[in-house]
């Protein structure tokens, strides 16, 4: 499993409150990532990181933000959650040189 | 850009006959390829890295630069081949995923 953990693993939520996703790897690896999983859309990259305190964009960033102050946490935030983001998050890993992830157990996400 | 295009949102087969799952890329440099096997409400694992030329679990893809495919192929499907599959597109800092392929096994 790579040494990928998610917390929490299941969270239901009220529209509009702050929800903070967090991954956890074991490995030091440099990159880390977040995709959400949605039916008919696949994985859609939320936003990942390349380093400590480095951080960019993916596809669907909009309504979520990402810190990472330490190689091994990558944290996402929902700053006000809307049901659209109703979705499973997945966490990734990038080990060496390859460009091959490896992904942590998912986070089912309700916002009610 | 990067793309990947799986043709077949799904596929249904019954045990013991072959299976094949399409996946088309575009990307103008030297592709990595790779195929993800998602069971149900399970994380997605790596099942097949082009490089490798391996072979997991029966199953094999040959990336044909000509045609830009990476097709998964298994010449006799089991029950337990059931799952959610991906094809992935390596190349930058980022993996490109095609949306997915529901692959059933029929008893």
């Known amino acids: 499993d790579a040494g990928i953990t998610q917390s929490p693993r299941h969270k239901v939520t009220e529209t509009g409150t702050p929800v903070t996703l967090r991954c956890h790897q074991t490995?030091?690896?440099?990159?880390m990532y977040w995709y959400r999983q949605d039916p008919g859309h696949g994985l859609r990259l939320i936003h990942y990181?390349?380093?400590?305190?480095?951080?960019d964009k993916g596809e669907v960033s909009d309504g979520y933000s990402v810190s990472r102050s330490k190689t091994e946490d990558f944290l996402l935030t929902l700053e006000s959650a809307t049901s659209s983001q109703t979705s499973v998050y997945f966490c990734?890993?990038?080990?060496?040189?390859?460009?091959?992830?490896?992904f942590g157990p998912g986070t089912r996400l309700t916002v009610t | 850009a990067q793309r990947v295009t799986q043709p077949e949102k799904l596929l249904s087969v019954f045990k013991g006959a072959p299976v094949e799952l399409k996946c088309n890329y575009s990307?103008?440099?030297?592709?990595?390829l790779f195929w993800y096997v998602q069971y149900s409400r399970q994380r997605l694992q790596l099942l097949l890295r082009?490089?490798s030329r391996e072979s997991i679990k029966g199953f094999t893809a040959d990336l044909n630069k000509g045609e830009t495919s990476f097709h998964l192929k298994k010449p006799f499907a089991q029950e337990e081949d059931s799952a959610m599959y991906y094809c992935?597109?390596?190349?930058?800092?980022?993996?490109?995923f095609g949306k997915g392929t529901k692959l059933t096994v029929n008893p």
């Open positions: 990734a890993i990038r080990g060496g040189v390859s460009y091959e992830q490896y």
């Open positions: 490995e030091n690896h440099r990159y």
């Open positions: 990181s390349y380093g400590v305190k480095d951080t």
């Open positions: 990307y103008s440099g030297s592709p990595e």
């Open positions: 082009h490089i």
């Open positions: 992935a597109l390596g190349g930058s800092e980022k993996l490109v």
